[in-house]
């Protein structure tokens, strides 16, 4: 099951309100240009870590939740 982070409202990565919300399994979101950009700097088809936990993730992990 996957559990949400607590002030999903916020991107872990810009730490600004999440614009396009995408989830990990992990329960991590972020706004999707951030993770893309987090995600651009691993080789495509390559595996990447969550920015907050580390735990390992592939493209396909991501479940898009909506925009705000």
Do not use: R
Not at 2 to 27: A, F, P, Q, W
Not at 31 to 43: G, H, K, Q, R, S
Request: proline share 0%.
């Amino acid at each position: 099951q996957i559990e949400v982070n607590n002030n999903e409202s916020m991107c872990i990565i810009c730490h600004d309100e999440i614009k396009n919300y995408i989830l990990l399994k992990c329960g991590h979101t972020y706004c999707l240009y951030c993770l893309l950009a987090w995600f651009v700097t691993i080789e495509i088809n390559k595996n990447f870590k969550c920015a907050y936990c580390k735990n390992i993730f592939n493209w396909s992990d991501c479940t898009a939740i909506g925009n705000n």
